[in-house]
């Protein structure tokens, strides 16, 4: 069975800094999805990136990027110059190519960014 | 486009009635998937629909269920609620069953008494 671990229950960021949330998975399947979701207080998930799993090339997007490394299942995103909207929980998410709308979210990384 | 609509944001009920939840897709999306959150269990898949059709199911009782209408409407069946059936029921619409991505809704908030 595929799940994500995500290690880091709470992280500390200083504005304007750069932080790295982590994400391990497990899986035995070679096509799938990872991708990281911010949910603030106003509860609404959001997609902050996607990687396909066939894709050697690290995604990003604006100031949110990823490593992925497949080998190692490790999927870390890395947010720079972070602003205080970024405070929010972090949920790191594996989907399978073919099992549509399931995705296994890891238990999440609550962030908070001081000013 | 709108987004992701689910109502009601808040319910309050008591043990043993039953609820339904409603979900409206982005327009054109066709993929409509159930998500139960919890403080200690987290995001938990409930079931996904496809062009009116459960294509998936995660693993709850047969107290839930759902069903999706033509217009790719959707709506979440919880009968003789439990305490433990309090969570955030999150809906999230996608335009396919591969690689677009999910968009989510800001969830119903049920509190069972």
């Known amino acids: 069975a595929q799940t994500v671990t995500q290690s880091q229950p709470e992280m500390s960021v200083q504005e304007a800094e750069t932080v790295t949330l982590s994400c391990t998975y497990d899986?035995?399947?070679?096509?799938?999805?990872l991708f990281w979701y911010k949910q603030p207080p106003s509860r609404q998930m959001i997609l902050v990136i996607r990687?396909?799993?066939?894709?050697?090339q690290n995604a990003t997007e604006n100031r949110f990027s990823v490593n992925f490394q497949k080998a190692a299942k490790s999927f870390s995103l890395k947010i720079s110059d972070s602003q205080l909207g970024d405070a929010a929980m972090y949920f790191c998410?594996?989907?399978?190519?073919?099992?549509?709308?399931?995705?296994?979210f890891g238990q999440g990384t609550e962030l908070s960014v001081k000013p | 486009k709108a987004g992701v609509t689910q109502t009601p944001r808040y319910l309050i009920k008591t043990r043993g009635q039953q609820v339904t939840l409603s979900c409206s897709p982005i327009?054109?999306?066709?993929?409509v998937s159930w998500y139960q959150q919890t403080p200690g269990q987290g995001l938990q898949f409930l079931f996904e629909?496809?062009?009116?059709?459960?294509?998936n199911k995660g693993n709850f009782p047969g107290r839930f269920s759902g069903r999706q209408f033509s217009n790719s409407r959707s709506e979440m069946n919880v009968s003789t609620l439990e305490l433990g059936d309090s969570a955030l029921y999150l809906c999230?619409?996608?335009?396919?069953?591969?690689?677009?991505?999910?968009?989510f809704g800001n969830g119903t908030r049920l509190t069972v008494t």
């Open positions: 999230a619409s996608s335009s396919d069953r591969y690689g677009s991505p999910l968009h």
């Open positions: 899986t035995s399947e070679s096509d799938y999805y």
């Open positions: 990687q396909e799993a066939y894709k050697q």
């Open positions: 998410a594996y989907r399978l190519y073919n099992q549509g709308g399931k995705l296994i």
């Open positions: 327009s054109g999306h066709r993929s």
């Open positions: 629909y496809f062009s009116e059709t459960q294509r």
